[in-house]
């Protein structure tokens, strides 16, 4: 993995106000560990985040100069990074400075190589399930990704950790037996409802009780004789 020069400043003030008036400065608060005590420092945020851009992976490994300072450039990794909730600006940074020799955990990105067969020859859709892994390895060994050769896989076959070979000096930490990547089936095609044509002649409608007749009327002479 290729080292980036970032350059740092300590940070004297701490809490809302100093970390507001860092911020209208044009940079963020940031933590460096690794040494005797946890070192309050600030750091460009364009800058960090510019070391980002095209890189694969939550890994960066970073050369710290410190603006001011005659010492020596100090090596370290982002450790973890804070956004605001709104503005998804950069607002803190956590580091941790490492030994050139001594073994650190890191997780780097996972990248798919070649075209699965059966994507390829069956239309089905390659699911990439795991997209980093922890590893083990001095600093100067850190590789940029590990590559998954996904070309093997078949409709239901299934890439594991245990499939991947790692560089050299590199050994992964992840279970062997967890799943890297799968290839599922292709999505069935929708088959539209067959229309039932309607009837061209309209039913009868079922008599459920028949009306008696009316009575008829009675001759005048009767209405007479009843009188």
Known sequence: MAMQELTVTQRDGKGKQAAKRLRREGRVPAILYGGAAPQSIAVDPKAVLRMLVGHEGSTQLLSLKFDGDGAGLRMAIIRDMQFDPVSEDLIHVDLQEVSADRAITVNVAVHPVGEAIGVKDTKGILNLVLHELHISCLPSQI???????????????????????????????????????????????????????AATTTAEPEVLTERKPKEEAAPADDKKAKK
């Open 143 to 197: 590789p940029d990704r590990i590559d998954a050769d996904v070309t093997r896989l078949a409709i239901g076959d299934v890439l594991t950790v245990r499939d991947l070979t790692p560089p050299e000096g590199v050994r992964i930490l992840n279970d062997p037996g967890q799943a890297i990547a799968i290839v599922a089936p292709p999505m069935a095609e929708e088959v539209a409802a067959p229309v039932v044509a």
